[in-house]
């Protein structure tokens, strides 16, 4: 069992960023595939970036919305992913939600087995 707990979600400013943080317990290391994901209500829950480790390599993933404006990362000593948010827009205002799955990347949410409760971000232009 994963248990993950987000933080680090703010209202801010269009242009101004904020740094979210996932913390990770439980059996994390049987999982290959950590990401974020954000969902706005009545929208479909939407991949924002996502690291998967494979053979001791690590391949990064972003929606083409974010790419140049976020950076996923992860600190294994720590057992923290990271999504730092520069840049940011109105349409980045969503509910950021962290996810583990024990397979590769995917960009398919209901393959994610272990989520954490969402921190919600609000950007205003």
Not at 24 to 52: D, H, L, N
Not at 57 to 77: E, L
Not at 88 to 95: C, G, V
Request: with cysteine.
């Amino acid at each position: 069992q994963v248990h993950l707990v987000e933080s680090g979600g703010d209202s801010v400013q269009a242009g101004g960023s904020l740094r979210l943080s996932c913390a990770a317990s439980g059996y994390t290391y049987s999982r290959k595939c950590m990401a974020w994901f954000r969902q706005v209500p009545g929208k479909e829950r939407e991949g924002v970036a996502a690291i998967s480790t494979v053979g001791g390599n690590s391949y990064y993933y972003y929606t083409d919305s974010v790419k140049g404006r976020f950076t996923i990362s992860q600190d294994n000593a720590k057992n923290t992913l990271y999504l730092q948010m520069n840049s940011l827009k109105p349409e980045d205002t969503a509910m950021y939600y962290c996810a583990a799955r024990v397979g590769g990347y995917s960009p398919n949410w209901g393959s994610y087995d272990a989520w954490g409760q969402g921190t919600q971000v609000t950007v205003s232009s």
